[in-house]
């Protein structure tokens, strides 16, 4: 792939966050955001994403979701910064 300033990142996200349409938010601004990645629900009620692209995109994506849709009640959001691998040709939501 090469881009220089490839960084990636997990993000977890609790708080009511399930059946509120929050991977379907996530999807959307990652795609607005360029990023590759995917989204999904963990059994203990949070909803992670795991994003590679532009570290200042990945800022700015992490700002949305700190946000979240609507309907969502978002009681912490945390960032781990993590080794690129380059390995996702797109961003999915995960079942």
Known sequence: M???????????????????????????????????????????GEVEAVVEGDKVFIEDFYKAVQRGPSQAKISETNIYWEEPKGKFRTFEIKR
């Open 2 to 44: 090469g881009e220089k300033n490839l960084s990636r990142a997990k993000i977890r996200i609790r708080g009511i966050v399930q059946g509120v349409g929050f991977r379907y938010f996530i999807l959307q601004r990652a795609q607005e955001c360029r990023l590759k990645g995917y989204t999904m629900n963990l059994p203990g």
